[in-house]
């Protein structure tokens, strides 16, 4: 109800009819300037989330066809001059956060360089459009573009072609389109932004990329405001502690990286090897989609693989079983994850060609049922990655358990003095 009461007032502001507003105090700094920059799903999202900024509401405009999304997507539609453009109507206190500000924001977040179109998303409803809705606004918006040129003019970039106009009519997009990134949880965010921004600091000219020429590298493409990549960062890189690195870089921001997968969408998970990318993957991955792609990018298609992602088990007394049965005092961590999982203090002999411990470190992995061959056994994963582990029986020593773990998806680290 919200949603269609802001809407309603800022209607009334975009025509200029004062006379609601003036009765209204809670509207005294309420303004309205609608902007297309591409697909309005994540520009609708990354305008939401300016400090004083009410709303955000997705819409058509500066267009005659029929203002609904079948007709605009429409294939004659696709270069028709006249065809609406997806636009956002951003509603804002005036008095928390100026106009010039949100200005700088929508330039900073797509490339206004590009002609219909934003990536991929290629057509006249892709345009780049700044829409106002009084002079100040007009004036501004025509100093924040020379600003924003004069940055691009230096990073190399083109020439600016997104128009100003004062706004006609806002049409409200369908209701499926609105806050679409919120209704749709998991996914990823395009990004189009070049990476020039009107404060120096996080330009790309900035970023030094020389450590990622150096083995094995995980990049994570971001944008500011992409809800996905918050998603990925909580709920997945909160509890990595591996070896191999991962940086976070914007689209712009990969200099002299050999990539070959789009880099449009975030976050995009890349997988490097000496600067060159190995493979990668666009979108949203949950915590086993992730640890997956690692143990293909860090085990290989070998017997570590089988053991963390297929349930196999090292052969008695492997390699790795005897550099890690006397190892000095420390931890055993996943070797994914980088999570703590087993304490030396905890080790025994148990004389059967595995690694065998009185109990798990506190919290570190889960227990699963394993009625697999013929067998009833407890089955130990590790709680961060998921990856298979061994199994725990009951004949430990002193009538203690009896963690049985394979030694190749285990990593050692001495443990900390002091």
């Not at 502001?13 to 005294?28: E, H, P, R, S, W």
């Not at 002079?135 to 004069?150: I, N």
């Not at 004062?166 to 070049?194: M, V, W």
């Not at 919290?363 to 061959?373: L, R």
Request: net charge negative.
């Amino acid at each position: 109800m919200m949603r269609y009461l802001v809407f309603f007032l800022a209607s009334f502001l975009a025509f200029g009819n004062g006379a609601v507003a003036n009765d209204i105090q809670a509207t005294k700094y309420l303004e309205s300037i609608v902007l297309g920059a591409g697909c309005f799903w994540g520009a609708e999202k990354r305008y939401a989330a300016i400090p004083g900024v009410i709303d955000a509401i997705s819409g058509y405009a500066d267009g005659t066809v029929a203002p609904n999304y079948r007709e605009i997507t429409q294939s004659r539609n696709k270069l028709n001059p006249f065809n609406h453009a997806e636009v956002v109507k951003v509603l804002f206190n005036s008095s928390v956060v100026s106009a010039e500000e949100i200005l700088r924001q929508y330039f900073e977040g797509h490339d206004p360089t590009q002609v219909n179109r934003q990536g991929n998303d290629i057509g006249t409803q892709y345009r780049s459009i700044v829409l106002t809705t009084n002079e100040k606004q007009a004036s501004t918006a025509e100093k924040v573009l020379t600003e924003y040129q004069d940055l691009l003019n230096k990073a190399g970039y083109g020439k600016v072609s997104t128009k100003i106009k004062p706004l006609e009519k806002f049409y409200l997009a369908e209701d499926y389109h609105q806050d679409y990134l919120i209704r749709n949880p998991n996914g990823y965010c395009p990004d189009h932004s070049t990476g020039v921004k009107f404060v120096a600091a996080g330009n790309s000219a900035d970023i030094d990329n020389s450590s990622l020429f150096e083995g094995k590298q995980v990049v994570i493409i971001e944008s500011e405001t992409c809800p996905y990549c918050r998603e990925f960062r909580n709920n997945v890189l909160a509890n990595y502690q591996g070896t191999i690195p991962v940086t976070s870089r914007l689209a712009s921001q990969l200099k002299d990286l050999q990539i070959k997968s789009p880099t449009w969408a975030t976050p995009t998970i890349l997988f490097l090897e000496n600067g060159v990318e190995v493979f990668g993957r666009q979108g949203y991955l949950d915590p086993d989609s992730f640890y997956h792609l690692l143990g293909r990018f860090k085990l290989g298609q070998v017997e570590a693989f089988d053991v963390a992602f297929n349930q196999g088990t090292d052969a008695r007394y492997c390699r790795q079983y005897e550099i890690f049965k006397n190892t000095p005092d420390g931890v055993f961590i996943d070797k994914l994850s980088g999570a703590a999982l087993f304490d030396t203090r905890d080790r025994f002999n148990s004389g059967s060609g595995w690694l065998s411990f009185t109990k798990a470190i506190d919290d570190s992995v889960t227990e699963h049922q394993d009625n697999s061959f013929g067998m009833s056994r407890v089955e130990i994963r590790a709680k961060v990655s998921g990856i298979h582990l061994g199994h725990v029986f009951a004949d430990g020593p002193g009538g203690k358990q009896r963690y049985c773990i394979n030694a190749t998806v285990l990593e050692f680290k001495p443990r900390e003095s002091g």
